[in-house]
DNA sequence: TCTGGGGTCCTAGGACCC
DNA sequence: TCTGGGGTCCTAGGACCC
């Protein structure tokens, strides 16, 4: 028997950028950037007309601005994004309830159960693709076929605004000579180690030995590939596993390093990593730092505690501390970096015992000091005030910090995976 | 002209235990 | 006298994805 293409992979083309375009028409086949400019910053998305220049996101604004003349850079509607794309997830709820959302702007669906509905694969799609353009006004692309993998590969092949649906018959011919750029999982330095070897085609690839692959590509990578270029792909369509760590970070350019700015920077992203978590009844044991330097070297550190934190300032003194353990083994004299990172994984749930009794430790560096179910409690009324009266009613964040640099954090919650 | 923010997974070495 | 082998956990770095 023959399985049919009732994986779908459905992706918004060019979502932050569309999203703009459908706001204000008269950006409507225009290059434009969202995010950034000439001068600086990051582009965020850009539009085809963009892209057709070699313009693409998470480019830095002013080069960006050189490959493309006349490039508009535009202002994001941060508000906007989230509600345009839960409308168009909601759609594709209509067909299935076999939907994974993997970002805000695309999803795997399952429809082999749907099919005596609504009709063949080609058609859903077809038809989900109208609905998303007439009722939201954005263009998505669609790919269809019998594994995720390949419906992956068919939505990137289909866009912009297409549909491209793979029959079991037709893999081999459709896949083989597509570049080994466009599988799940081959970054540059996959692809470049590839083409030290003369494998630039998902068909070269196919044609590779396992244990060859695996000796240039290390052992998992090596094998997952082999396997993704047979199609052979066994992953279902399924609701996304809990997260494994909680992270925030925060760039700052060429900075120099004080005291002040550490505790400052490390105090913010604490409160947003531990405010999560507290948020979802969670806590983890292992924290890490992130600090980066100017040109991009970065080192990091980390610590797993004997109990699981979610508490804002032991959370934000552990940061501390291993932000200064990791300056001081770099040999520089009057450092400075761009980048702090703090992110927390091991993560369980925050137990309801320990609400009433002291977390062991209290604090391993400052004995003497609040015990951490106090800081708990004092977290979690703080948490309070802030639904209450919005986020910037109470915090342990000077008052210089809140609301001034650095993105905005409707941004930032769009990135954010639950929890 | 100098690079955002949120994640997952893998590898390798070392500590430690039995 | 100075050593096997397996398993688990921790740490640091890196590739990759959206």
Redesign the pocket.
């Known amino acids: 028997m023959t399985v049919g293409p009732t994986i779908l992979h459905a992706d918004l083309d060019a979502f932050y950028a569309s999203v703009e375009q459908l706001l204000d028409p008269s950006l409507r086949g225009r290059p434009i950037a969202v995010g950034g400019s000439a001068?600086?910053?990051?582009v965020?998305a850009a539009s085809y007309e963009a892209k057709a220049h070699g313009v693409q996101?998470?480019m830095?604004g002013?080069r960006a601005a050189h490959l493309c003349p006349g490039l508009l850079f535009v202002r994001a509607h941060f508000d906007q994004y989230q509600g345009l794309a839960d409308r168009v997830m909601d759609i594709l709820g209509t067909v299935t309830p076999a939907v994974q959302r993997?970002?805000?702007?695309?999803a795997f669906l399952d429809v082999a159960g749907s099919t005596h509905l609504f009709g063949p694969p080609e058609q859903i799609a077809t038809r989900l693709r109208e609905r998303v353009r007439a009722e939201v006004g954005l263009p998505i692309s669609v790919g269809a076929a019998r594994t995720k993998h390949l419906a992956?590969i068919a939505s990137q092949v289909a866009k912009p605004d297409g549909l491209v649906v793979v029959h079991a018959a037709d893999e081999r011919a459709f896949l083989d000579p597509l570049p080994v750029g466009l599988?799940?999982?081959?970054?540059?330095?996959?692809?470049r180690?590839l083409a030290e070897r003369g494998i630039r085609t998902i068909g070269e690839l196919a044609r590779t030995e396992s244990g060859t692959l695996e000796r240039a590509l290390?052992?998992?990578?090596g094998t997952t590939l082999h396997a993704l270029a047979h199609n052979d792909d066994p992953r279902r369509v399924a609701a996304s596993?809990?997260?494994?760590?909680?992270?925030?970070?925060?760039?700052m350019?060429?900075t120099r390093v004080t005291p002040e700015l550490v505790r400052e920077v490390l105090g913010h992203?604490a409160e947003?990593?531990a405010g999560?978590l507290r948020a979802k009844g969670r806590a983890g044991?292992?924290v890490?730092v992130r600090v980066r330097f100017?040109?991009?070297r970065?080192?990091?550190?980390?610590?797993?505690l004997a109990a699981p934190v979610s508490a804002t300032l032991t959370l934000t003194e552990v940061a501390e501390r291993?932000v200064w353990?990791?300056l001081r083994e770099q040999d520089q004299h009057e450092p400075e970096i761009?980048?702090l990172?703090v992110?927390v994984?091991?993560l369980t749930a925050q137990e309801a015992i320990q609400l009433e009794l002291p977390l062991p430790p209290p604090d391993p560096w400052r004995p003497g000091s609040e015990t951490g179910s106090a800081r708990w409690a004092l977290d979690r009324s703080m948490d309070a005030v802030r639904d209450k009266f919005g986020p910037g009613a109470v915090g342990y964040l000077p008052a210089t910090m809140r609301g001034g640099r650095?993105?905005p954090d409707e941004?930032?919650e769009l990135?954010?995976?639950d929890?």
Do not use: Y
Not at 183 to 191: D, I, L, R
Not at 244 to 249: E, F, K, L, P
């Open positions: 001068a600086g910053g990051v965020l996101g998470g830095p002013w993997i970002s805000i702007d695309e992956k599988m799940w999982g081959v970054g540059p330095v996959t692809e180690r290390g052992r998992a990578t596993p809990r997260a494994r760590s909680v992270g925030a970070q925060s760039a350019g060429r992203l947003r990593v999560r044991r292992t890490t100017p040109g991009m970065a080192v990091t550190r980390s610590l797993t291993l353990q990791a761009s980048l990172a992110s994984s091991n650095g993105v941004f930032r990135a954010e995976h929890l």
